[in-house]
Nanobody
Framework: QVQLVESGGGLVQPGGSLSLSCAASGSIFRIVAMGWYRQAPGKERELVARINSGGGINYADSVKGRFTISRINAQNTVYLQMNSLNPEDTAVYYC??????????????WGQGTQVTVSS
């Protein structure tokens, strides 16, 4: 089985910064892509940022220039550096991964979620 374990998050004032990390572990043959989604109360879950195995990166328009996603392949870990946070960034952030367990079998995995609250 594959697990995604998140860390980071918490309470920060507007304009502040936070960093999230997500480590994938278990039966991993190859990681196709890892990224972060978020879900605010009463809203649908949305993509925040994603990085694929080739290094390609996608960001939501709302976080471009403020958030940076990066990875350490050898550790199967992805990071999200969040700067210039505003109250609209308040949400539960979920790590997401498309991962092959062997040469043929892949699946989508989710972390348990971590709360990010931006408030004065």
């Amino acid at each position: 089985q594959v697990q995604l374990v998140e860390s980071g998050g918490g309470l920060v004032q507007p304009g502040g910064s936070l960093s999230l990390s997500c480590a994938a572990s278990g039966s991993i043959f190859r990681i196709v892509a890892m990224g972060w989604y978020r879900q605010a109360p009463g809203k649908e879950r949305e993509l925040v940022a994603r990085i694929n195995s080739g290094g390609g990166i996608n960001y939501a328009d709302s976080v471009k220039g403020r958030f940076t996603i990066s990875r350490i392949n050898a550790q199967n870990t992805v990071y999200l550096q969040m700067n210039s946070l505003n109250p609209e960034d308040t949400a539960v952030y979920y790590c997401n991964g498309y991962i092959y367990k062997d040469t043929k079998t892949w699946d989508e995995y989710w972390g348990q979620g971590t709360q990010v609250t931006v408030s004065s």
